[in-house]
Structure formats: C-alpha cells, structure tokens
T-cell receptor, first 115, second 113 residues
Framework: EAQVTQNPRYLITVTGKKLTVTCSQN?????MSWYRQDPGLGLRQIYY???????DKGDVPEGYKVSRKEKRNFPLILESPSPNQTSLYFC??????????????FGSGTRLTVV | GDSVTQMEGPVTLSEEAFLTINCTYT??????LFWYVQYPGEGLQLLLK?????DKGSNKGFEATYRKETTSFHLEKGSVQVSDSAVYFC????????????FGKGTKLTVNP
C-alpha cells in the first residue's frame, strides 16, 4: 500500500531533550515536506526537500532540523524542544515531477507535547 | 505572497442539507487549487483538485469550480451525511515548480442526524 509513515503518533517530552520524528514513504517520491498544524493557524510548512541531499526552509523553520540522506526518509529533528513546539506535525510527499504536481500524500500525524 | 482565505467555522448542518464552504485565494501565478479533508484523528486526504481556470474538481459528491475571475474555489455538496463531519482545507500550489502547498486555516463541519 502506498503510504507515508510517521512515528511516533504521540510523544510527550520535556524541554530541551532532543527528539526525532521519523517519516518514510514507499512511493519513490522526490519531494517531501514537514508541516505543523496549530488551532487557528492552519498548516504551516517547516522544511521541505526536493530530492536526496536537497533541503530548504519553509515558513517556520526555527528550532527544527531535517536531513534527506535517502529518498524514502525525511526525519524531523528538534535539538532542544520548547513548549511552543507543542503541535500536530505532518509529513507529506509528492512525486516531484515539475509541472505535474497533483498534491501531497500525508502521513497520519505526530502529536507532540513539550512540557 | 500567496495566500488562501476560507470561511470561518465551525459549520453545523443537518443531514441532507446543502453545503458551501467558501475559499478565495491570492496568487501571483496560475496556481493549482485543492481541497483536503481531515477526519478526526487522521491525516489530510486529497478530496479534489483543479489545475486551470473553469476546471471542476469532483469526488464523493463534493464539487468545486476554479473561478479565475473571482479567484475562488468554493466547495459544495448537495446533500451532506453525518460521515462528512471533518475539517476541510482549501490549498493552492504555485505552478512555478516549488510544489509548496499553501493552506487556508480550515473549516470544521459537523453534520447532525
């Protein structure tokens, strides 16, 4: 089944403790992206990747890191989480062929709470 | 920059009522337009899309027409069901090739039996 898999689904952590949210897709998609969803703000892009070893900042990158060493994986790293990073996070991917963008396939989400 | 404005929610309807969720956009190029649906506890799923002016996207009884003259992409359904209760997001993608989706803030729909 074609899908984007995020782990974990739920995570409670303490301020300053490094964490990684994993994302993997099995569709050979070139483009991957991370969004956070907050009440009243909708979805905002954190980082994206056009292909292996190619990443760039989205609209709200502060406090986050990403890497794209393999095509299928795009982990989101919070080096020193803070309470304002409490949110619902989504990973998404798309085929990446210019001019044929048909929207994203989303993961099921990771609900992160930083206390 | 590009932006999407959706009608404020929440929207509460009775089963079999007619649904309209308004969506307007601002974009410099010629964007593709999307509606995504998020059911409780789940990720976003693509509901329908339109890639050029006057295109009509449709799926599961939902429809939306790309209106370039009014920069709108309103979502409609003739008869809603309880199972349509979800949050609906309008989004656009600049055809310039960045593949970034810009989302509206979402509209929560509750359908009562």
């Amino acid at each position: 089944e074609a899908q984007v898999t995020q782990n974990p689904r739920y995570l409670i952590t303490v301020t300053g403790k490094k964490l990684t949210v994993t994302c993997s897709q099995n569709m050979n998609h070139e483009y991957m992206s991370w969004y956070r969803q907050d009440p009243g703000l909708g979805l905002r892009q954190i980082y994206y990747s056009m292909n292996v070893e190619v990443t760039d900042k989205g609209d709200v990158p502060e406090g986050y890191k990403v890497s794209r060493k393999e095509k299928r994986n795009f982990p989101l790293i919070l080096e020193s989480p803070s309470p304002n990073q409490t949110s619902l996070y989504f990973c998404a991917s798309s085929l990446g062929t210019k001019g044929k963008f048909n929207g994203y396939t989303f993961g099921s989400g990771t609900r992160l709470t930083v206390v | 920059g590009d932006s999407v404005t959706q009608m404020e929610g929440p929207v509460t309807l009775s089963e079999e009522a007619f649904l309209t969720i308004n969506c307007t956009y601002t974009a410099t190029g010629y964007p593709s337009l999307f509606w995504y649906v998020q059911y409780p506890g789940e990720g976003l799923q693509l509901l329908l899309k339109a890639t050029k002016a006057d295109d009509k996207g449709s799926n599961k009884g939902f429809e939306a027409t790309y209106r370039k003259e009014t920069t709108s992409f309103h979502l409609e359904k003739g008869s809603v069901q309880v199972s349509d209760s979800a949050v609906y997001f309008c989004a656009l993608s600049d055809q310039g090739g960045s593949e970034k989706l810009v989302f509206g803030k979402g509209t929560k729909l509750t359908v009562n039996p």
